[in-house]
């Protein structure tokens, strides 16, 4: 490839006003395969972020203790992780830098992950788990496009699903970020793939996926037929493994007691492999401590031996629960191209001015913490000063987001599930409507997007995006 294809540039969107941020066809933009990574120019300026701490809403009862505001705004000063990556189950990622310096970004398309992959490989670096920064002139010889710019304070950087990317800061710089996944066919694919390869690697997937996509089946309602292949699929092969695994325990004569879940319940994961463990449950009790139960998968639990002696078998869902949802869960149509249901994944991080350091804050910068975020109003109360990121109560119809960069401003509604409360931890999940594809038509629907009607097109319109080197 000629140097110019090399050095792509990036795409660089400049907001106007407040609505724009709020456009689906920004998000459809940054979204879009094709766009490893999308910088909005000036955003903390047309949302006025750098105003804070915001007022709480009004109507917010006076609750003991720091407000609301004052969690939600507070800046962090945390690990810089210089290292190469891509987000945890190949998540997007919102960064903004809330100055004072510049940061300077690095990406490559998902596409090249797997020959990144290898030169770590060759240099004897784990690539999921390793510490690496990529040799520039390596990726140019493989032909391999390096996306490369500054991020001033006030621009925000998504990285698209899968986006290999490094950061330095040039300054004095902290940011904050958050993972975020649209359920978009692209995204989905990319989280399983991931979910799979970790599998392999014995990487824990942070989005417990199966878990995840029983809630979506659940919940959601799917336009995109692609996406829905994907996960019908996805759930049919759960069905099918719950199905082995009891057969097998009933045969050898093993009880399995049903043992129902109940709300805040969290996705398990195994003790011994970090495998996510779904459904069937190979549970211990642990002669220490009373009240401690640990959880296996099957794998670790029969390499125990003593043929599951001493191992409970629970069960979390009815087989028949599990096909009805199944069985219910339908392609519906088309409600809106640029209707997006996300999973959001809170991380927040800084950066000190010394390129190359690493801190050593266990979890700072992978160790996401997943909140429950079925409670309305609920606000996370992370322990440990590096996560201080909040989420409003999304499942307020009408509620406007009001976090900085969190899916640029965009109105969450739960009108589709009356009286639904979500079980998902660490996922957070809400519709959010285009109405850009029916030109005039404006949605009657409590937090449906109203923003400009008929901004038709697959194109920014007036947001006129530019391409920088
Ligand atoms: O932590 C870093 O390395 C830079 C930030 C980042 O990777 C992100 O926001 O996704
Ligand atoms: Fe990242
Ligand atoms: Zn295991």
């Known amino acids: 490839l000629p140097r110019d294809k090399l050095n792509p540039p990036t795409p660089s969107i400049y907001l106007e006003s407040k609505r724009d941020a709020f456009s689906p066809v920004l998000l459809q933009f940054c979204t879009d395969p094709k766009n490893p990574i999308t910088v909005i120019r000036g955003l903390a300026g047309s949302l006025r972020l750098s105003e804070s701490p915001q007022k709480p809403p009004k109507n917010t009862p006076k609750t003991p203790g720091p407000s609301e505001g004052d969690r939600r705004w507070r800046e962090v000063t945390v690990a810089a992780s210089p290292a190469g990556h891509q ?69 925000l950087v998504w990285i698209n699903a899968g986006t290999v990317h490094w950061v330095q800061a040039t300054g004095w710089c902290n940011n904050i970020a958050w993972n975020v996944g649209p359920l978009t066919a692209y995204q989905y694919q990319l989280a399983l793939e991931r979910y799979e390869w970790n599998e ?38 759960s069905i099918k493994h719950c199905q082995v695994q009891r057969e ?9 007691a049903y043992q129902g879940r109940v709300k805040d319940e969290p996705a398990y994961y195994c003790n011994e492999c970090d495998v996510e463990v779904f459904n069937i449950l190979f549970v211990t009790s642990e002669t220490g401590g009373r009240n401690t139960y640990l959880v296996h998968c099957e794998g670790c639990a029969r390499r125990r031996g003593g043929g599951l002696g001493g191992v409970i078998v629970l069960e979390q869902y009815k087989t028949e629960e599990l096909m009805q949802i199944y069985d219910g869960f339908t392609l ?79 109105t969450w509604g739960s009108w589709d599930t009356p009286g639904h409360t979500w079980d998902i931890p660490g996922a957070h999940l809400g519709h959010t409507w285009g109405s850009w594809d029916t030109p005039g038509h404006t949605w009657d629907i409590p937090g449906a997007y109203l923003g400009t009607a008929g901004r038709a097109g697959t194109h920014l319109g007036h947001l006129g995006h530019t391409w920088e080197s």
């Open 87 to 155: 987000e945890n189950n190949n998540f997007c990622s919102v960064n903004i830098n809330i100055g004072p310096g510049d940061c300077e970004w690095f990406a490559v398309h998902e596409h090249y992950w797997e020959t990144i992959s290898a030169f770590c490989d060759r240099h004897g670096v784990d690539y999921l788990t390793g510490s690496w920064w990529p040799i520039l002139e390596d990726l140019y010889r493989s032909n391999i496009p390096v996306y490369r710019f500054v991020q001033r304070p006030g621009d």
């Open 248 to 256: 097998s325990l009933v045969r050898a004569g093993k009880k399995i």
């Open 332 to 410: 519906v149509r088309h409600l809106g191209e640029l209707g997006h249901t996300w999973a959001h994944l809170g991380h927040t991080w800084g950066s000190w001015d010394t390129p190359g350091h690493t801190w050593d804050i266990p979890g700072a910068h992978l160790g996401h913490t997943w909140g429950s975020w079925d409670t309305p109003g609920h606000t996370w109360d992370i322990p440990g000063a590096h996560l201080g990121h909040t989420w409003g109560s999304w499942d307020t119809p009408g509620h406007t987001w009001d976090i900085p960069g969190a899916h640029l401003g965009h």
């Open 200 to 237: 392999v690697k014995n990487v824990k997937s942070i989005v417990p996926m199966i878990h995840v996509s029983w809630n979506v089946a659940r919940t959601v309602k799917i336009s995109d037929p692609d996406l829905y292949k994907m996960i019908k699929y996805c759930l049919l092969q």
